[in-house]
């Protein structure tokens, strides 16, 4: 081989070798790169399937024969299957009427749709209202959708029970207006019984002196045909009973309508007494209030008794709202009273007491009713939370008086309750400054 | 520049001129002789303004038309390396419409650091194209080598003709390509 050529092939063999070194330098660079690269995508994979798996709304990923490529967590829990049992099955099992309505739009027009409300078929339960988005997955090759599906369950009982809550804020205001118009005709009644008694009081000492004029005729030779005819009168109109009778009657009269004006007033003053102004508040007065409104709901079930202490300082409030919140009270412990069956047994008891206690004023209601489950204790001071019967309870009751004691007056509220045995709900207030 | 383009011209002169006298343009351009062009690596684009000028000294040619020879085996050379491009299509016209937003935008993916010209298109007739060319390394010759490298490789014949050049104090360099010219 001439010199020239081999020393170009030595040229050329040098260079492949350094070309050889400088290629595994930059494959070394570029696997270590890649090797970053491939751990950041690894923990973005996680980071992205923990946010799927801890989403509050359901995620599914479906095919253009709309079968199931994926589905996180939430999804599952809504049909009620695992994931992977989702995979491959078809859209129209899940959400039947979704094939029918949105689809083919989406389909035809490759646009997102919003909120759409369909139901998906749970295993071994009712329907489960969901709201479903669509969206054509952007640049996938396999052309497809991703679904986001959001539980309407609890939407739909808070709004049942908003409804409710309407419905009985409505009733309350008719109340209110009911007892405001009862207030003038109890007052011209309470006055008339008052003239009638006065005015009967009078014709029955009238009625006795006639007799005494009779009696006093008959000894001094009055017509006896006369005198007789007086007497069947006063036998007729049984004087003596009436005498007797009468002022009885007249005390039931103005007892009865004492209790009305009471009533009246009370839920006069739970309704518009201070128009939600802060002021000095006599508990008692608000405790005896609120029992005598809600007489009718525990006198059937219970024996209710007070302890009212005499000498409670004033407290700083709103009268309506305290109000409220021990009607909510009383209401919940006859209900509980009546759920343990005491009325059949005639054993229901209601106890309501105030107190001081160092520099706080306390309010207790104790109840001999079926008490509170222990896994419920934390949940039924949770708004639109209850467990009485559809129709029976708001779910709102606890939550407002814990809201009315803890927030309006920065008191506190204490449980205690055994079930079977009752409960006993204990409210503290500090002192006015 | 890509070191890609720098092995496929030593192939080039090579295959085109012999070994030894790659080794002499070396020699006379000053370039080290045992270092190589690595493929992915970035060289300065004088090295390889010098290696054309040396060259066109050496072999008695003129630039112009080096670089048009040069520019149809880079074509080939190109297409060894990433065959998808061009296989995707069945005729130069669809492949040169790509070239900008396919080839063009992989390239920039790959190598953030790589330099390409642009491309915008005209298509005033079915099979006529027109393309602004801008680059500021003024390589339409090698683009006209490429052309007749992308011509070769479909089969087809082409006419291609300049209507403006940088090089005659152009803004761009604006080209006309007909497609099945007789």
């Known amino acids: 081989m001439p010199a020239e050529l081999t020393a170009t092939m030595m040229r050329r063999l040098r260079r492949a070798e350094r070309k050889v070194e400088a290629l595994e330098s930059l494959l070394e660079d570029k696997s270590r790169k890649l090797y970053v690269k491939h751990m950041e995508l690894e923990r973005s994979r996680d980071q992205l399937q923990r946010i799927l798996d801890v989403m509050i709304g359901g995620v599914l990923l479906v095919d253009q024969e709309l079968r199931?490529?994926?589905?996180?967590?939430?999804?599952?829990?809504?049909?009620?299957?695992?994931?992977?049992?989702?995979?491959?099955?078809?859209?129209?099992?899940?959400?039947?009427?979704?094939?029918?309505?949105?689809?083919?739009?989406?389909?035809?027009?490759?646009?997102?749709?919003?909120?759409?409300?369909?139901?998906?078929?749970?295993?071994?339960?009712?329907?489960?209202?969901?709201?479903?988005?669509i969206a054509p997955l952007v640049e996938d090759p396999a052309g497809s959708f991703v679904c986001v599906v959001l539980d309407l369950s609890h939407r739909r009982e808070l709004e049942r029970a908003l409804m409710q809550a309407s419905k009985l804020e409505s009733l309350g205001r008719l109340a209110a207006g009911v007892a405001h118009e009862l207030n003038t005709p109890v007052q011209f009644v309470s006055d008339n019984v008052d003239f009638l008694g006065d005015g009967m009081q009078a014709v029955l000492m009238l009625a006795q002196a006639q007799g005494a004029v009779v009696e006093a005729g008959a000894a001094a030779g009055v017509d006896p045909q006369m005198v007789e005819r007086v007497r069947a009168l006063q036998r007729e109109s049984d004087v003596d009973y009436l005498r007797e009778e009468t002022p009885v009657a007249l005390e039931e009269l103005r007892g009865g309508l004492t209790r009305i004006t009471r009533i009246v007033r009370s839920i006069s003053e739970m309704a518009h007494p201070g128009q939600g102004r802060e002021m000095v508040v006599d508990v008692n007065h608000v405790v005896e209030n609120a029992i005598a409104i809600s007489r009718n709901e525990w006198k059937y079930v219970a024996q209710l008794q007070t302890r009212l202490h005499t000498d409670l300082p004033p407290m700083s409030g709103f009268p309506e709202q305290l109000g409220q919140a021990l009607l909510n009270l009383l209401v919940n412990a006859a209900h509980a009273v009546a759920a343990a069956g005491r009325k059949a047994e005639g054993d229901g008891c209601i106890e309501v007491w105030t107190g001081r206690e160092g520099s706080q004023i306390v309010v207790g209601v104790r109840d001999n009713g079926c008490g509170i489950e222990p896994g419920l204790a934390d949940k039924i001071f949770e708004p639109f939370f209850t467990t009485k019967e559809p129709g029976k309870g708001t779910g709102q009751g606890l939550s407002i008086v814990r809201a009315i004691v803890e927030e309006a007056h920065g008191g506190r509220l204490e449980l205690d309750s055994t079930p079977g045995e009752g409960t006993s709900i204990v409210l503290r207030f500090p002192e006015a400054a | 520049?890509?070191?890609?383009?720098?092995?496929?011209?030593?192939?080039?002169?090579?295959?085109?001129?012999?070994?030894?006298?790659?080794?002499?343009?070396?020699?006379?351009?000053?370039?080290?002789?045992?270092?190589?062009?690595?493929?992915?690596?970035?060289?300065?684009?004088?090295?390889?303004?010098?290696?054309?000028?040396?060259?066109?000294?050496?072999?008695?040619?003129?630039?112009?038309?080096?670089?048009?020879?040069?520019?149809?085996?880079?074509?080939?050379?190109?297409?060894?390396?990433?065959?998808?491009?061009?296989?995707?299509?069945?005729?130069?016209?669809?492949?040169?419409?790509?070239?900008?937003?396919?080839?063009?935008?992989?390239?920039?993916?790959?190598?953030?650091?790589?330099?390409?010209?642009?491309?915008?298109?005209?298509?005033?007739?079915?099979?006529?194209?027109?393309?602004?060319?801008?680059?500021?390394?003024?390589?339409?010759?090698?683009?006209?080598?490429?052309?007749?490298?992308?011509?070769?490789?479909?089969?087809?014949?082409?006419?291609?003709?300049?209507?403006?050049?940088?090089?005659?104090?152009?803004?761009?360099?604006?080209?006309?390509?007909?497609?099945n010219a007789a």
Not at chain 1, 102 to 128: A, H, K, M, N, Y
Not at chain 2, 29 to 34: D, F, M
């Open chain 1, 68 to 133: 199931v490529v994926w589905s996180n967590r939430e999804l599952a829990r809504m049909v009620g299957e695992e994931s992977a049992a989702l995979r491959g099955r078809g859209l129209a099992e899940i959400m039947p009427s979704v094939v029918a309505e949105p689809w083919p739009c989406v389909l035809t027009e490759q646009l997102p749709l919003r909120d759409f409300e369909v139901s998906i078929v749970c295993r071994g339960g009712e329907p489960v209202p969901v709201s479903l988005s």
């Open chain 2, 1 to 179: 520049m890509k070191g890609v383009v720098f092995n496929i011209f030593e192939e080039f002169v090579r295959d085109s001129f012999g070994a030894q006298t790659y080794e002499a343009l070396l020699d006379a351009a000053g370039v080290p002789p045992t270092e190589p062009f690595v493929g992915p690596s970035t060289y300065p684009d004088e090295t390889m303004t010098t290696l054309v000028v040396t060259a066109s000294k050496m072999l008695n040619t003129e630039i112009p038309v080096l670089l048009r020879k040069f520019g149809a085996a880079l074509f080939y050379g190109l297409h060894a390396k990433a065959p998808g491009f061009a296989e995707a299509h069945h005729d130069a016209r669809s492949f040169l419409l790509c070239v900008e937003g396919v080839v063009h935008m992989e390239v920039r993916k790959l190598y953030p650091d790589a330099y390409v010209p642009t491309f915008e298109y005209t298509t005033p007739s079915e099979d006529t194209l027109g393309i602004t060319y801008r680059s500021k390394r003024r390589m339409c010759h090698l683009m006209e080598g490429l052309l007749d490298g992308m011509a070769d490789y479909f089969g087809t014949t082409i006419q291609q003709h300049q209507t403006q050049c940088m090089h005659q104090g152009g803004e761009t360099c604006e080209f006309v390509i007909q497609f």
